[in-house]
């Protein structure tokens, strides 16, 4: 069986973007391959074209091309014949697309489509409250409502993209799943009092509750710190980078116990994750976190939202604590209880562990991929 994956991203050097949605696939990808499964990615929106072979997947970097008019469709249509043209040589059992803008929305493709529900851009909109864009609306119900088949990364996005876009499709959960050989403890001394939020610095994320919390915090714990690590985004709302946005919540005194790490390579963030105290993920919108996933499996103490696609993960009181994003007392003070109970943070990060490698470990989770697409290709 041949699976190819159709992405804008991947973490790869010769790739331009990474991000969850490539993480996610990375995972699947190297884990298929290890069960002998042929893997094929078709990577669009690159700097080049590009054919290569790297330990068992072929990459296809497609160039992005700039067009006078009509360039959404006409690039999708230059995508679709590159595949085509490539099935056509090595058969493809099944693409797998990300459902993000919809990007086979209008692609004519001659092997069976499958999406796989990372959140669409209306799903974001919908969890964030904002507008969406008419014409992305429009591109990702097309690509859903043209696929033979669409699965997702958690039930609760499943539901909600499903209310979203009125979709009468039965949509099966396949949750993402992490290496925990990869991803397992390492004893490096702790910092005291240390706080670690790692992903994207942007509202969507809870990190402005983080910083009215954090600033609470500071109330009762003065000696608390707070690390921030990866990229500084444009707030969609206010069009200010959200670190500045984060700062305003902050006065003085809380402002020096902050850290701001922007660029690092990802075996110095494992290194920042394992030396934090206490994660704080208190995210509004998510689908199925690779970051959660990381954190769990490395035994980290964590204080995250409870909306929806959480309670498919973590268990309150058991492997965390999890909190309204509104309530930012109740941020401050899980915050606060799990850095002044060590032995609490430390069952909480066992736990975690546990329920990882119990439930979303990647040898289980390609199991019940590769059992899926068995199916789905007979």
């Known amino acids: 069986m041949n699976i190819a994956f159709l992405t804008q991203e991947y973490p790869h050097p010769r790739v331009q973007r990474a991000a969850g949605i490539g993480t996610s696939i990375k995972n699947l990808a190297e884990s298929l391959v290890a069960n002998k499964i042929g ?20 990459f296809h970097l497609i160039k992005k091309i700039q067009y006078k008019f009509l360039g959404w ?86 539901e909600k993209t499903k209310e979203i876009f009125q979709l009468s499709t039965s949509i099966i959960t396949l949750y993402n799943g992490i290496d925990v050989e990869k991803f397992k403890p390492l004893q490096l001394p702790k910092q005291p009092n240390s706080i670690l ?16 919390a954090f600033q609470l915090l500071q109330v009762k714990n ?12 444009v707030d969609v709302f206010e069009k200010k980078p959200t670190l500045e946005l984060f700062y305003k919540c902050l006065d003085d005194s809380a402002k020096k116990r902050v850290t701001h790490l922007a660029h690092m390579p990802y075996e110095e963030v494992v290194q920042q994750i394992a030396k934090a105290e206490v994660l704080v993920l ?22 995250t939202s409870n909306i929806g696609w959480a309670n498919e993960l973590m ?29 609490k943070a430390e069952r909480f990060g066992k736990n975690a562990r546990k329920r990882i490698v ?9 199991k019940q991929n590769i059992d899926y697409y068995t199916q789905f290709v007979k």
């Open 39 to 58: 893997v094929s990615l078709f990577i669009y929106d690159q700097k080049e074209d590009a054919v290569f072979e790297e330990n068992g997947i072929t």
């Open 73 to 158: 469709y006409l690039y999708r249509k230059h995508i679709a014949r590159y595949i085509n043209n490539t099935h056509a040589v090595h058969t493809i059992d099944v693409l797998e697309a990300a459902d993000w803008t919809g990007i086979t929305a209008f692609m004519k493709l001659k092997m069976p489509l499958v999406i796989r529900l990372h959140g669409t851009d209306a799903y974001f909109c919908n969890l964030e409250g904002r507008p969406q864009k008419k014409k992305n609306f429009w591109f990702e119900s097309k690509a859903l409502k043209s696929a033979e088949a669409v699965i997702s990364v958690s039930t609760f996005t499943a």
């Open 197 to 212: 939020y790692f992903g994207s610095i942007i509202r969507k994320k809870g990190v402005l509750d983080l910083a009215k």
């Open 222 to 233: 003065p000696d608390a710190s707070l690390t921030l690590i990866g990229a500084n985004v």
């Open 282 to 303: 208190p995210s509004r919108a998510e689908a199925f976190p690779m970051t959660w996933l990381e954190a769990m499996a490395m035994e980290k103490a964590m204080v």
């Open 315 to 343: 268990i309150d009181n058991e492997t965390g604590l999890m909190i309204d994003p509104d309530n930012h007392q109740g941020l401050a003070d899980a915050m606060g209880e799990l850095l002044s109970n060590p032995e």
């Open 358 to 366: 119990s439930n979303f470990s990647s040898e289980i989770i390609v």
